[in-house]
């Protein structure tokens, strides 16, 4: 069974510019969490999605996005990048209301 | 994709020892907890949770246990083997896990 696929894993970005990062679930999944990954502040929540619905979000700025499509694959999007911005971001999928996250392997973003 | 960084908490202990590795968690709703193991470039691993309605659950070469009295959960790992060097998250959440909040993180090193 293939686990959570993460694109890109590495990418490199500019100061201004935006990013879209992909996540594709374990298949049959139908709930995406992602989190951002920073040696300051750890691993912090980011917004879960289930069934295309926004469930949850954390306490990231407007410029941090999602969605799901009906395929349950995820996106996230950030954007005016700062640099602030470079870290891992995670994404996990899960059944449903299922306490098990799996997670991919990550995006390394890194802003200039 | 490394894991949390330079400062965190390390735990070394010599193979075939057992580790403990400890969490104090913050928020007294939270019932449902968590331990994840990341290793480096890889995504956090889900190892075995907890919810509050039980202070012990074991799985395989692994116990946690929690008490709630005082916010702290523990992590014990039997016959500690060198692929169990990884970071150690704890986590928690209250309900469906839908946001978890994560610890800072405790690096274990196993030595020969």
């Known amino acids: 069974k293939a686990g959570v696929t993460q694109t890109p894993r590495y990418l490199i970005k500019t100061r201004g510019q935006q990013v879209t990062l992909s996540c594709s679930p374990i298949?049959?999944?139908?709930?995406v969490s992602w989190y951002q990954q920073t040696p300051g502040q750890g691993l912090q929540f980011l917004f879960e999605?289930?069934?295309?619905?926004?469930?949850n979000k954390g306490n990231f700025p407007g410029r941090f996005s999602g969605r799901q499509f009906s395929n349950s694959r995820s996106e996230m999007n950030v954007s005016t990048l700062e640099l602030g911005d470079s870290a891992l971001y995670l994404c996990?999928?899960?059944?449903?209301?299922?306490?098990?996250?799996?997670f991919g392997e990550g995006s390394r973003l890194t802003v200039l | 994709g490394e894991s949390v960084g330079l400062h965190l908490p390390t735990l070394s202990v010599q193979e075939g020892d057992n580790s403990i590795i400890n969490c104090a968690y913050s928020n007294s709703a939270s019932d449902y907890f968590i331990w994840y193991k990341q290793e480096s470039g890889k995504g956090p691993q889900f190892i075995i949770d907890i919810r509050s309605n039980m202070d012990k659950r074991q799985g395989q070469r692994v116990t946690v246990l929690l008490n709630k009295t005082v916010k702290h959960l523990s992590l014990q790992i039997a016959a500690t083997q060198p692929g169990d060097s990884a970071v150690y998250f704890c986590a928690e959440d209250t309900g469906t896990a839908s946001k978890l909040t994560f610890g800072t993180g405790t690096r274990l090193q196993v030595t020969l």
């Open positions: 999605y289930f069934s295309e619905t926004q469930r």
């Open positions: 298949s049959g999944h139908r709930s």
């Open positions: 996990a999928s899960r059944i449903a209301n299922t306490g098990e996250l799996f």
